[in-house]
């Protein structure tokens, strides 16, 4: 089941949502694994999760 979950979570969910599913379930990964290797799970290039990290630093920022 878990293999099938993470399929429809990747089909399902858009690049931010898998973005913050990891934050949420997985933290540790955003220690542990490279950018370049993030990205590529989330299926997006390291710019793009760069970009996204900032947007959401951004908007966290900006709610307090």
Same mark, same amino acid.
């Given at each position: ?18 973005? @913050?599913? #990891?934050?949420? +379930?997985?933290?540790?990964? $955003? ?7 993030? =990205? /590529?799970? @989330?299926? #997006?290039?390291? +710019?793009?999760?760069?970009? $996204? ?7 966290? =920022? /900006?709610?307090?």
């Amino acid at each position: 089941f878990k293999v099938i979950n993470a399929l429809e979570d990747y089909i399902m969910l858009n690049s931010e949502e898998r973005f @913050l599913k #990891i934050m949420e +379930e997985r933290p540790y990964l $955003l220690l542990r694994v490279p950018q370049h290797q993030l =990205a /590529s799970m @989330l299926g #997006i290039k390291a +710019e793009s999760l760069s970009r $996204l990290k900032n947007r959401l630093k951004m908007s966290r =920022a /900006s709610q307090r």
